[in-house]
């Protein structure tokens, strides 16, 4: 079962998740993290940029695989996932900036984009640290209700609820592109260890089913479910339809390890 750890605020969530990533780094400088975007995972990298540089840590060797691209924005679209994980991540923390992966976008390969990633993530090994976030309707990367749960990386239609959650980021939701190049929830779940932040009321329902089940390919962010070392931070509205919530925060007072995910 995933461990569930509900925290007072987005910040003190990120601090936690960016302390597991830190460390996973000093244990190997050549760690692969694999990078979400969206709203739920700044308050990592903000929390990752200040520990890197107050630390000292080296990243100079680490890499990074995004989750999903959007196909047929131009280059430099400033919500183009390349461009919100070089502004969100590779700047602030370092990163060497040919070591960060993200699909490609282009609609005239898009048909290849798939294979060629799931190659470019199998050379580089497997993802040390997988953070993820959810969409209110329960997709993870872009992988929409209905993916297969053995999915690869391939390239996808998006739904109208995605579509419209996302046009916050664009002029309307005719500007948000209605495909996408994502990371399959097989590909996900090969990571090493998943963390899964989720944080406000919108998203209490998607954690509910991601956390609880059923396992089913209608809600792609229940695969969790599937994977030996899952970790779900959320705040306490996010938390709110978790059926077993006392036992999640009794675990996690009582947990044998220290406070460490
Ligand atoms: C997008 C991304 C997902 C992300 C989701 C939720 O659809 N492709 O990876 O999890 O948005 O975003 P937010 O964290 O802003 O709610």
Redesign the pocket.
């Known amino acids: 079962m995933a461990e569930v750890v509900v925290v007072p605020d987005p910040d003190t969530g990120g601090r936690l998740a960016a302390r597991t990533v830190l460390d996973t780094v000093r244990r190997n400088p050549e760690a692969v993290l694999g990078l979400?975007?969206?709203?739920?995972?700044l308050p990592v990298y903000r929390a990752l940029a200040r520990l890197i540089a107050e630390e000292g840590v080296d990243v100079g060797r680490v890499s990074g695989f995004a989750?999903?691209e959007y196909v047929g924005l131009p280059p430099g679209h400033p919500e183009s996932?390349r461009s919100v994980i070089t502004r969100e991540v590779t700047v602030p923390l370092g990163l060497s900036p040919d070591r960060v992966h993200v699909p490609d976008g282009d609609p005239a390969r898009a048909d290849t984009a798939g294979e060629a990633y799931e190659r470019a993530l199998a050379a580089a090994g497997p993802v040390d640290v997988q953070l993820?976030?959810?969409?209110?309707d329960g997709?993870?990367?872009?992988n929409e209700p209905g993916s297969s749960l053995t999915s690869r990386t391939r390239l996808k239609t998006l739904t109208e609820q995605?579509r419209r959650?996302?046009a916050r980021f664009f002029g309307s939701v005719e500007e948000v592109p209605v495909h996408?190049v994502?990371q399959g929830i097989g590909t996900i779940l090969r990571a090493r260890h998943l963390i899964l932040?989720?944080f406000g009321a919108?998203?209490a329902e998607a954690v509910a089913a991601a956390v609880e089940g059923p396992l089913t390919a209608s809600v792609p962010a229940s695969a969790i479910q599937l994977h030996a070392h899952t970790t779900v931070i959320v705040d306490e509205p996010a938390a709110s339809r978790l059926t077993h919530l006392a036992y999640y925060r009794h675990a996690w007072a009582n947990k044998p390890a220290p406070q460490h995910i």
């Open positions: 979400a975007t969206g709203s739920s995972p989750l999903d996932y993820l976030g959810v969409g209110t997709h993870i990367g872009f995605t959650d996302n996408c994502t932040l989720a919108a998203k």
